[in-house]
């Protein structure tokens, strides 16, 4: 499901979860989790936001009251370090919410 960050603002969705998923080459992607389930947020065509840092991408949901952020990273390189081909699950980090973070 996709939502974009006019939504959010709207104030009638409340932000359980903020999750900023990280990738290669310092490329970050955002979700959020309400009571209605887990959202790709997304720009006004329906293309994913993506930001260059964690901060970036936290300076965006500012106001939004999230009390609960995570930084998400799944490694495809696992069988490169001997590891077994399987999924592992992804590292999650808990981080400074938006409207704590004063960087």
Not at 16 to 37: A, I, P, W
Request: proline share 5%; charged share 25%; with cysteine.
């Amino acid at each position: 499901m996709k939502i974009t960050l006019e939504q959010l603002f709207s104030g009638n969705i409340r932000v359980q979860q903020l999750l900023l998923r990280s990738f290669e080459n310092s490329l970050y992607l955002t979700d959020v989790r309400t009571e209605e389930g887990c959202w790709s947020v997304c720009n006004a065509a329906g293309t994913p936001l993506t930001f260059r840092s964690q901060l970036d991408a936290k300076k965006a949901f500012k106001g939004l009251g999230i009390e609960d952020t995570r930084l998400v990273h799944q490694s495809p390189y696992n069988e490169m370090i001997g590891m077994p081909e399987d999924r592992v699950e992804p590292l999650e980090v808990k981080l400074l919410n938006p409207d704590q973070d004063y960087s």
